[in-house]
T-cell receptor, first 116, second 112 residues
Framework: DTAVSQTPKYLVTQMGNDKSIKCEQNLGHDTMYWYKQDSKKFLKIMFSYNNKELIINETVPNRFSPKSPDKAHLNLHINSLELGDSAVYFC???????????????FGAGSRLTVL | DQQVKQNSPSLSVQEGRISILNCDYTNSMFDYFLWYKKYPAEGPTFLISISSIKDKNEDGRFTVFLNKSAKHLSLHIVPSQPGDSAVYFCAASLLGTYKYIFGTGTRLKVLA
């Protein structure tokens, strides 16, 4: 039973389309995240939600809109897709803020988005 | 601005020998550091962490060393095993916050 699951695993789409990636965690964690790993392999935080409230919103184009219907789900919707959006998007969760020896991030397997 | 750097993109080590992966950071406010391991087509998984009040943390074959004055940490794997072949990410954070800054990873290959 996967702790953090993302769908779809692969997504190929045309420029200008709108797409969504879904994430669910069954760990009972309060906090969920979206990270982006681009072609240079940087793993950068995009958003974080704690109990359905947005707590981190990095400098991300407003074409990206996260939605957290409940604390177990965090979806990512992307409007008007561009070539530069091609990346692997990782969902993660944690049981609170960074704490020595606890509350580490648990990641999903990633969703590879290719924009043609 | 790349606050966490892993300057070696790849490393090859013979099975049974020591693997040393390095990480440098620029923000002296960081007080919590983690290493994650990533296999292909999987998400990163937590390996070991260290807070800035320590200079060493050990868990089985894995030891993380922290040199605060040099803003440098390293992960030692002894002895290295073929199953350790993966990409290793270093991450830094501030305790009590939700933001983790990751490096670009080092690909470790352990040769049998």
């Amino acid at each position: 039973d996967t702790a953090v699951s993302q769908t779809p695993k692969y997504l190929v789409t045309q420029m200008g389309n709108d797409k969504s990636i879904k994430c669910e965690q069954n760990l009972g964690h309060d906090t969920m995240y979206w990270y982006k790993q681009d072609s240079k392999k940087f793993l950068k935080i995009m958003f974080s939600y704690n109990n359905k409230e947005l707590i981190i919103n990095e400098t991300v184009p407003n074409r990206f809109s996260p939605k957290s219907p409940d604390k177990a789900h965090l979806n990512l919707h992307i409007n008007s897709l561009e070539l530069g959006d091609s990346a692997v998007y990782f969902c993660a969760s944690s049981d609170g803020p960074a704490s020595s020896g606890a509350n580490v991030l648990t990641f999903g397997a990633g969703s590879r988005l290719t924009v043609l | 601005d790349q606050q966490v750097k892993q300057n070696s993109p790849s490393l090859s080590v013979q099975e049974g020998r020591i693997s040393i992966l390095n990480c440098d950071y620029t923000n002296s406010m960081f007080d919590y550091f983690l290493w994650y391991k990533k296999y292909p087509a999987e998400g990163p998984t937590f390996l070991i962490s260290i807070s800035s009040i320590k200079d060493k943390n050990e868990d089985g074959r894995f030891t993380v060393f922290l040199n605060k004055s040099a803003k440098h940490l390293s992960l030692h794997i002894v002895p290295s095993q073929p199953g350790d072949s993966a990409v290793y990410f270093c991450a830094a954070s501030l305790l009590g916050t939700y933001k983790y800054i990751f490096g670009t990873g080092t690909r470790l290959k352990v040769l049998a």
